[in-house]
């Protein structure tokens, strides 16, 4: 009796152990850690970086205006169906945002989704795509960020259920969803390469055009073709050339303008998404739009 | 039997009639009639600013002109209480616009303000026109983002 009892109790001892090791937060490898430290970082370049990422969409304040250098202090809540996540300060400020992180810290939160601390940052901030950017761009992206005015707010803890308020267990969706390789694939246009680097690894269109699975991931094989709203009501719209239906100019135009082409006004999370597409090049919201008649 | 099929029919149209009337409200009805003849006349100030058309200036202050005079259509019977989409079926019109109708009032201000900075340019060439556009079109999406369900 007594040798069933410790064997038990070495079973769960070991399957402890394996969690906990599958479920160990893993940083950038120390190569890349290396090319990222010798990088020379450029706000310029990170302010395009910033406003491809759409940044400000989510942890400026709510009903922040349109700015030039939001004051990016989080708060704005997202309803979805584990629970409310609530954007922090992403501000440059020492204490309250992220001005003292090192450029290892902010690249890890970015591409791995890791806290300075080594806790694990949940999937509503959208690290999946980020780990397809360059190094570059995130050493960029930080300067940018570096240059925005601080905010002292400090943003509400998320609202969530057990078992969603055990971080560690995003070790085990990280094994199964994080460092997936670009969706679309096959021999690319320069313009259609840029395109997917802009809408895969920086914009995240997929986060909320995409349906995700039971456990919250994006179901890959429905890539682009619209989903429930995570907020409950109506649906995010399909965005394939089968679900759209629009040319290459309306969708560049409309992410200039806001405008479909039928001249109804983007709303909803899609008018802030438009006021950060409206700041990149011409060019780049072509890519876009090559990009996404491209698929299928 | 002969005489039954068809009463049967007819009671069944009825219903069908009953139950598409119960669908649509007059309320509703105008108001989206309302946006889609901002839409109509968008659509020529908005090309224009787009460069999907090339800019006439008559054709212009024609649609701004038109755009004026729409924002200043009386809104007072268009959104009564009840015709949220939480209530009824065929609207996109959240709640909230209820429950802070002085943000509603302040966002549709806006828009007659844009709309008449608009009109006083249309007529002024392309570069003129596109500021105004933007700032119409942001007035729009103003309250689309906080009172407009997704579809």
Redesign the interface.
Known sequence: MQRVAVFVFGLALLAGAGFWWLTRPQGLDDADIATLMALDADPERGAGVFWAGGCAGCHSAPGAE?DDAPVLSGGQRFETEFGVFIAPNISPHPDHGIGTWGRADFANAMMRGISPQGAHYYPAFPYTAYALADLQEIADLQAFIATLPPSDAVAPEHELAFPFTFRRGIGLWKARYLGEDWVLQGDLSPEVERGRHLVEALAHCAECHTPRDSFGGLDRAAWMEGAP?PSG?????GITPGALGWSR?DIA?YL????TP???????SM??V?RAMARLTPADRDAIAAYLLALE | MPFRTPLLASILGLATAGAVLADTNPAVDARQAQFTLYAHNLAVVGSMAQGRMDYDADAAQTAADNLYHLTRHDQGRMWPEGTDNASIEGTRALPGIWEDLDDFTAKFVALQEAAESLQAVAGDGLDALRPAVGQLGAACAACHDANRAER
């Open positions: 349109d709203n009501d109506g649906r995010i719209p100019q135009l200039e303008s806001g405008f039928e001249f109804d006004v983007a709303g909803g008018a802030a438009v």
